[in-house]
T-cell receptor
Framework: DGGITQSPKYLFRKEGQNVTLSCEQNLNHDAMYWYRQDPGQGLRLIYY???????QKGDIAEGYSVSREKKESFPLTVTSAQKNPTAFYLC?????????????FGQGTRLTVV | AQSVTQLGSHVSVSEGALVLLRCNYSSSVPPYLFWYVQYPNQGLQLLLKYTTGATLVKGINGFEAEFKKSETSFHLTKPSAHMSDAAEYFCAVTSTSGTYKYIFGTGTRLKVLA
């Protein structure tokens, strides 16, 4: 079945450590997105990529980094510079390429920093 | 800049009653509008979308929404609430402005009372 896979579902890290969240899609979508979700704040865009080897900062990119070396993969690194990293992280993809359609979401990764 | 406002962070209805979740958007270009549903600790699932054409859009699980350009609204309705409708609902907007980002509202948590 086609879809988006995020792993792991739950992740615990110590403060000061970098951590990488995985996002893989087999939908052949060009565009991919990372959102952060906090209670009462909805989804806030961290980074997005419209095509391989290119990505842009979203509204809250500070303390995060991404790469897009393959069409199927868009990993997110939460660095030690992110002041409040504990949150629910959602990866999404869409057809892209100028074709507007809905975004498809993964099941999310809940990151807890202790 | 595009934005989405969802009025009411929490809405309670009785089982069998009308569900009305409000969404207003701001966009300088024709918008594409979406409603998503999220169950606890899961990703977002598309309920329905408006792109062009008919302004009354029907979605899954008996939900529908009407695009009203003059009111910049895209409210979500369901004639009769079911216990299984209890979840968080997000309205989102994107457009042909070139960035192809999806902007989400802060969400409305729907509670269905027996």
């Amino acid at each position: 079945d086609g879809g988006i896979t995020q792993s792991p579902k739950y992740l615990f890290r110590k403060e000061g450590q970098n951590v990488t969240l995985s996002c893989e899609q087999n939908l052949n979508h060009d565009a991919m997105y990372w959102y952060r979700q906090d209670p009462g704040q909805g989804l806030r865009l961290i980074y997005y990529s419209q095509i391989v080897n290119d990505f842009q900062k979203g509204d809250i990119a500070e303390g995060y980094s991404v790469s897009r070396e393959k069409k199927e993969s868009f990993p997110l690194t939460v660095t030690s510079a992110q002041k409040n990293p504990t949150a629910f992280y959602l990866c999404a993809s869409s057809i892209g390429g100028g074709s507007l359609s809905e975004a498809f979401f993964g099941q999310g990764t809940r990151l807890t920093v202790v | 800049a595009q934005s989405v406002t969802q009025l009411g962070s929490h809405v309670s209805v009785s089982e069998g009653a009308l569900v009305l979740l409000r969404c207003n958007y701001s966009s300088s270009v024709p918008p594409y509008l979406f409603w998503y549903v999220q169950y606890p600790n899961q990703g977002l699932q598309l309920l329905l979308k408006y792109t062009t054409g008919a302004t009354l859009v029907k979605g899954i699980n008996g939900f529908e929404a009407e695009f009203k350009k003059s009111e910049t609204s895209f409210h979500l309705t369901k004639p009769s609430a079911h216990m299984s409708d209890a979840a968080e609902y997000f309205c989102a907007v994107t457009s042909t402005s070139g960035t192809y980002k999806y902007i989400f509202g802060t969400g409305t948590r729907l509670k269905v009372l027996a």
